[in-house]
Nanobody
């Protein structure tokens, strides 16, 4: 099971930190990805961290603003989001895929959380 938390309503330019707790196995046994879906739009990858070596990957929209990290002791993957924009709003999901040495968003992510809502509005 993957459980996301940390979403909420923020103003443009503010920050949020999302958490993804994985309950069934160690997070270094999986690539963990963060995805988002805005109303009327397709789901898109935001950032991921590779299970094999911790190497991260980010979508162009996330570069310079979002940082993914993992805490092995808490079996949690975080997505720190800064400088939020209206176009960052949506439901954010974390998902797990078999581990690699370089995660991508086009993998077969087989387990998904329920999502956490991020709203960016003034």
């Amino acid at each position: 099971q993957l459980v996301e938390s940390g979403g909420g309503l923020v103003q443009p330019g503010e920050s949020l930190r999302l958490s993804c707790v994985v309950s069934y196995d160690s997070i270094d046994n999986y690539d963990i990805g963060w995805f988002r879906q805005a109303p009327g739009k397709e789901r898109e990858g935001v950032s991921c961290v590779s299970g094999g070596n911790g190497i991260t990957n980010r979508a162009d929209s996330a570069k310079g603003r979002f940082t993914i990290s993992r805490d092995m002791a808490k079996n949690t993957v975080y997505l720190q989001m800064r400088g939020l924009k209206a176009e960052d709003a949506g439901v954010y999901y974390c998902a797990a895929a078999e581990p690699t040495w370089g995660c991508t968003f086009q993998r077969n992510y087989h387990d998904w959380g329920q999502g956490t809502q991020v709203t960016v509005s003034s």
